[in-house]
């Protein structure tokens, strides 16, 4: 471990020690002052703040649409090679790196982490939106036609399998390698040392956490707020229960209040325990639909959706002479910036845990582990609601209507719909706590200088900040204030764009400077796997 693209510098050197927190200096501060003034100044004013950062969405949207869908092809295409290159056999950690997670709580915390919450609101939504036309159809097939059916579940893997997973691979790969073999901080700006040398630790650096932890923070609590409304939604559902502002200010009082509990227990008896505990509730509530809807339908369409993908992958790829402009613009590069602004985040959680997987390992596992499991989950809800619209069965034959009750809609038409829809309730809460307590840790490693293991207060601090965020502007400014806070956010992921185009460079230079022969077979220490 180490050799070149190694530095003096020491995690951390520049933090300040104060009221028991342990913060690097400027990040924390410039970060949690941009954060307060831009939750101040839409609170002021939530429609006009909503407006102006929609209209730099759509600007955001409009002109660099070829540059979001040419980088994503490039992180798949980066990623499969370094699968297939001798460097895949590179450990992180160096030739002796023991992982320190079982295979199975390592991929339930990246499924709990990466997409989980996602899956949950739209897995019903978007395969029902593309076929119904809700807002445009993928390369304007006919809606409500077999050919749409095909298109829609094609579509909606598009959108949540390799090129999304490509895009936190990339950049978890980049900071797991920096920061275990080569001894870095764990922050973003280590991953640029090979190109900034020594002024990785002064301002240029400091710039790229910062847009790291906005970027993370604002991703969080427009999840949060999202999936309050879709938690009191399902209560309105099932109970009858106004979907008020104030329950969904409970909701997330609750979920900080797990999220808090769990970021002071730490990576091993927070998030992996709860992580693994979502992990059997997915699989019990998979199941079970799969069980009681069109059980034939289910395995015979599974292998209709992955032809389907596979046949939809390179068309929907391309991104010259589109005809669909509205549905290309408004879902699939929407979609990449989204991703592009998680994956500081998303990233740098998979980069924690990690360390002892070969990159080989740890790529193969990153794109296609979650790709499959989004397959078999796509066609068990997505499949289901579209067998429910072909059948005229339920609410969902009329179309899509609030996005937030389409999986409801969908189970109300199942067996024993009170207790799966308030099972999915459960889940839908139990991923928002995953989600909220991995980004603490991340934003509590960043803005503490790289250092993995930062003072309780710190976690507190961080966990409560996204709560509070979500909640104020729900108070303050409704839909208005949260469209407001995912339109900066989608448009954070612009310069996050060229910033991981610069990562792949450095990645790939850090990697061909690793001696291979301390890698091959024999001359490391037999992996034991740890639960």
Not at 86 to 107: D, Q
């Amino acid at each position: 471990m180490g050799g070149k693209y190694t530095t003096s510098y020491q995690a951390g050197q520049d933090n300040i020690r104060k009221w028991g927190m342990d913060m690097h200096n400027p990040v924390f501060f410039v970060s949690a002052i941009l954060v307060v003034l831009f939750v101040i100044s839409t609170l002021i004013n939530p429609a006009g703040a909503k407006k102006i950062f929609d209209a730099t969405k759509g600007w955001t949207i409009d002109n660099f649409d070829w540059f979001f869908m040419i980088s994503g092809n490039i992180f798949v295409l980066f990623s499969l090679v370094l699968i297939a290159l001798p460097v895949g056999r590179i450990r992180l950690g160096g030739p002796g790196a023991e992982p320190e997670f079982s295979r199975l709580s390592w991929f339930a915390m990246l499924f709990a982490a990466g997409m989980g919450i996602g899956l949950m609101f739209w897995s019903v939504a978007e395969p029902v939106a593309y076929y119904t036309d809700w807002w445009g159809t993928p390369l304007n097939v006919a809606a409500r036609t077999p050919e749409a059916a095909q298109a829609a579940m094609g579509a909606t893997m598009f959108h949540w399998g390799l090129h999304p997973w490509a895009i936190y691979a990339v950049t978890a790969l980049a900071l797991a390698f920096f920061a275990f073999n080569k001894g870095l901080p764990l922050t973003i700006r280590s991953t640029f040392y090979p190109l900034l040398g020594e002024k990785t630790w002064r301002l240029p650096g400091d710039i790229i956490d910062v847009i790291a932890v906005m970027a993370t923070i604002f991703g969080l609590a427009t999840s949060l707020g999202f999936g309050a409304q879709q938690a009191s939604s399902g209560l309105n559902f099932l109970f009858g229960i106004e979907a008020t502002i104030s329950l969904q200010v409970f909701i997330i009082a609750a979920v900080t209040g797990v999220a808090v509990i769990s970021v002071v227990r730490g990576l091993h008896g927070g998030v992996k325990v709860l992580s693994n505990f979502n992990m059997v509730l997915a699989v019990i509530l998979l199941f079970f639909v799969i069980l009681t809807g069109s059980f034939i339908h289910f395995f015979v369409g599974l292998g209709k959706t992955t032809l389907a993908y596979i046949e939809y992958i390179i068309p929907l790829s391309n991104w010259v002479g589109r005809v669909d402009d509205k549905f290309y613009k408004g879902w699939t590069v929407f979609y990449w910036a989204w991703w592009i602004s998680w994956a500081p985040f998303v990233g740098m959680f998979i980069a924690r845990i990690s360390k002892g997987r070969t990159i080989r390992e740890f790529l193969t596992a990153v794109l296609l582990v979650p790709t499959i499991l989004t397959v078999i989950w796509m066609q068990a809800f997505g499949g289901n609601a579209l067998l429910q619209i072909q059948g005229e069965i339920g609410a969902l034959t009329e179309g899509l209507g609030e996005v937030s009750l389409a999986m409801f809609q969908m189970l109300a038409n199942l067996p024993l719909t009170t207790i799966t829809s308030f099972f999915g309730i459960i889940l839908v809460l139990v991923f928002f706590v995953t989600s909220s307590d991995s980004g603490s840790l991340v934003v509590d490693s960043i803005t503490a200088g790289g250092k993995l293991d930062a003072p309780v207060p710190q976690r507190v601090f961080w966990a409560t900040m996204e709560g509070a965020i979500a909640a104020a502007l729900l108070i303050g400014g409704g839909a208005d204030a949260l469209g407001a806070i995912q339109a900066i956010a989608v448009s954070v992921g612009l310069p996050f764009t060229a910033v991981m185009i610069v990562m792949c460079i450095s990645l790939y230079l850090g990697v061909r400077s690793e001696n291979l022969a301390s890698y091959d077979a024999g001359s490391a220490r037999p992996v034991r796997e740890t639960m």
